[in-house]
């Protein structure tokens, strides 16, 4: 099954720091990035990466995210820090398979003040 599967969710202090991972189910997805959609608010782009290392950030999480790929085992994480109440969302792992675009189930993020 072609599927995006995320971890690393979790409650967090303000200011502290997660990790989270996107694992593709086979290597025929290209993982893309991140989006994250708040309670009562429209899905954001949060975070883009190329087939390279190519990144690219939402202006509210710039200098405090950072978006990486490890090719061989077909994953993308976004390292989070200096978090922020603002940062809660569900956040979802975006991929590109056959043209279409697909995304995970989704990861829980809690920033308490």
């Known amino acids: 099954q072609v599927q995006l599967v995320e971890s690393g969710g979790g409650l967090v202090q303000a200011g502290g720091s997660l990790r989270l991972s996107c694992v593709g189910s086979?290597?025929?997805?290209?993982?893309i990035g991140w989006d994250r959609q708040a309670p009562g608010k429209q899905r954001e782009l949060v975070a883009s990466?190329?087939?390279?290392?190519?990144?690219n950030y939402a202006d509210s999480v710039k200098g405090r995210f950072t978006i990486s790929r490890d090719t061989a085992k077909n994953t993308v994480y976004l390292q989070m820090n200096s978090l922020k109440p603002e940062d809660t969302a569900v956040y979802y792992c975006?991929?590109?398979?056959?043209?279409?675009?697909?995304w995970g189930q989704g990861t829980q993020v809690t920033v308490s003040s």
């Open positions: 086979t290597f025929s997805i290209d993982i």
């Open positions: 990466i190329s087939t390279g290392t190519t990144a």
């Open positions: 975006r991929g590109v398979v056959k043209a279409n675009l697909i």
